[in-house]
C-alpha cells in the first residue's frame, strides 16, 4: 500500500464560537439553532489547516527564481495556471529576511489577453446521519438526512458563476474574475478573463456516525438547520488516504467516476454544513476550504503529478451566523482564493508572502479571503437573478506586496467593497512576534 500525498486547505474560513448558548437537553448531540448566534469571524483554520505543506525547496531563505515564474508550476497535469515575482522586504517562514517573493495564479498571464475557461463540477453532498450503529437515525420522527441539493439552483443562479455587473470588467462576468481583473488593475487587457463553466454532476451522500457530529432542527422538527463535523473525520472523509483510490471517499468516488479530473476546479456543495475541532463542537466553526488532492502521475499522461483542485464550501442559510454571512459567503471566499492560490503554497515558495496582520489574524500566505473576513462589512451584498447574495470581499495582491500606492484597480486593497481595506499591515516577524 502506497501512502500518497492530500493537500488539506490552504486556508479555511472559519468562524471561533464565542458565548454560546446551553446544550438542550432533549438529545445529548442536538444543538439549538441559536447556538451559532454568537460565532465571531476569524481568519483562518488551526492545526493542519495551515501546516500542510512540503518541505521547502529555497535556498538561503530566498526562493530560486526559474523559467517557471512565466509559465507556472512545471511537472504537473492540473488547470492551466501562471506565475509571477514581487519585491518587498519581509520575513519568510524561517525567519530569515527576504526581498524576493514568487506567486502562482490559476488561468494565463494578464497580459496575455487570453480568456480561460476553467470547467467547474459542481458536486452536491447530502448529509446521512446515522446512529452509533450505522442506522438511519430518527428524532421525533423525522429522518436525519440533511439534503444538498436544494442548493444547487441558487448556487448556480449566484455571483460565483453567473454574470453580474463590476467596475473591473467592461461586460458583465463572474465575481471571481473580476476579483482577479481589479488586483492587476491597468495590466489586464479587455479579452483577459478567468472563467468557471460549472456543471452539475451526480450528488453524493456522506455517512455519518453519531459521535462525529451534531445538529439542529428546522422549526418544523425536520433535519436540519445546520450540522457541525468533527474536521478530522470530514477531512478522512473526503480526501482519499492511499494510492490507487477507491470509492470510500467523496473525492476518490468522484476521480473514479470521472466527475472530477485534473483540469477541472471541483466544488463539493454542503448543506449548512459546518466543522469543528477536538471533538468540542465550540471549537467551530469552519465553513469552507480549498486545496488539491495529489495522486502519482500514469503512463496517459505523461507520468505527470496529478492535482485535483477541490473546495469544499457550505451553503449558508441566513440567521444563522452574524456579520452577513450567508447563502455563498463560504464558496466565494474559496472560489476567490482557489484563483489566487490553487495550489495552497504547496512548494513552500509559491504563495508565500511577507508575513502579514490583518484582524489579528498572521499569515504568510496569499490567501485573500482571510484578510477581510475578520474586518467589518466583510461581505459585499449582489441582487442577482431575483436574490440577494452575499459573497465576500477580498484582499488584492498589491496589499500582500506592501505596495503603496497600489497598483490595483482605483488603487485599491480589496474588492469589490474598495473600502474594506484601506492601509497595509505593518511588516512583520516570522508568526509576527514582537
Aim: hydrophobic share 35%; net charge negative; glycine share 8%.
Amino acid at each position: 500500500m502506497v501512502t500518497k500525498l492530500w493537500i488539506v486547505p490552504g486556508a479555511a474560513l472559519l468562524l471561533a464560537l464565542g458565548v454560546c448558548a446551553a446544550l438542550p437537553a432533549q438529545e445529548p448531540d442536538q444543538l439549538t439553532v441559536e447556538f451559532l448566534a454568537g460565532a465571531n469571524p476569524q481568519l483562518h483554520a488551526p492545526g493542519p489547516a495551515l501546516k500542510a505543506r512540503p518541505g521547502s525547496i529555497t535556498t538561503a531563505g530566498k526562493p530560486a527564481v526559474t523559467a517557471a515564474a512565466v509559465s507556472g508550476i512545471p511537472g504537473i497535469d492540473s488547470i492551466p495556471n501562471f506565475n509571477g515575482s514581487f519585491f518587498a522586504f519581509g520575513y519568510d517562514p524561517s525567519g530569515n529576511p527576504n526581498h524576493e517573493w514568487l506567486y502562482n495564479m490559476a488561468g494565463t498571464p494578464p497580459e496575455s489577453g487570453v480568456t480561460t475557461v476553467l470547467p467547474a463540477p459542481i458536486i452536491p453532498v447530502s448529509l446521512d446521519l446515522r446512529d452509533a450503529n450505522g442506522h438511519p437515525r430518527y428524532v421525533n420522527g423525522h429522518r436525519l438526512y440533511s439534503d444538498a441539493t436544494q442548493f444547487v439552483r441558487p448556487v448556480l443562479n449566484s455571483p460565483v458563476f453567473s454574470n453580474s455587473k463590476f467596475s473591473s470588467s467592461e461586460k458583465p462576468t463572474q465575481i471571481a474574475d473580476a476579483e482577479q481583473r481589479a488586483e492587476f488593475g491597468d495590466r489586464v487587457e479587455d479579452d483577459w478573463h478567468t472563467l468557471l463553466n460549472p456543471e452539475v454532476k451526480t450528488p453524493q451522500v456522506l455517512k455519518l456516525l453519531q459521535g462525529t457530529y451534531y445538529f439542529a432542527l428546522n422549526a418544523d422538527g425536520s433535519c436540519c438547520a445546520y450540522v457541525l463535523i468533527d474536521y478530522d473525520t470530514f477531512s478522512n472523509a473526503l480526501f482519499p488516504p492511499t494510492y490507487p483510490v477507491d470509492s470510500s471517499t467523496v473525492i476518490g468516488a468522484a476521480e473514479l467516476s470521472g466527475h472530477m479530473t485534473t483540469k477541472d476546479v471541483t466544488t463539493l456543495l454542503f448543506p449548512n454544513a459546518y466543522l469543528y475541532f477536538n471533538g468540542d463542537p465550540t471549537q467551530c466553526c469552519v465553513l469552507g476550504f480549498h486545496g488539491f488532492d495529489s495522486e502519482p502521475g500514469i503512463p496517459s499522461n505523461g507520468n505527470l503529478d496529478r492535482f485535483y483542485v477541490v473546495n469544499y464550501s457550505s451553503w449558508i442559510s441566513p440567521g444563522i451566523f452574524g456579520g452577513g454571512f450567508q447563502d455563498v459567503t463560504a464558496l466565494s471566499h474559496e472560489m476567490a482564493e482557489t484563483f489566487n492560490d490553487p495550489f495552497t503554497a504547496f512548494d513552500n515558495v509559491h504563495n508565500i508572502t511577507p508575513w502579514w496582520l490583518s484582524g489579528g489574524n498572521c499569515q504568510d500566505n496569499l490567501e485573500v479571503g482571510d484578510v477581510i473576513e475578520g474586518l467589518a462589512n466583510p461581505t459585499y451584498p449582489i441582487t442577482l437573478n431575483g436574490y440577494t447574495y452575499h459573497p465576500q470581499t477580498v484582499a488584492l495582491l498589491p496589499w500582500f506586496e506592501f505596495k503603496s500606492p497600489s497598483t490595483a484597480l482605483n488603487g485599491a486593497y480589496s474588492y469589490p467593497d474598495e473600502t474594506v481595506l484601506t492601509s497595509l499591515s505593518p511588516v512583520e516577524k516570522a508568526n509576527c512576534a514582537p
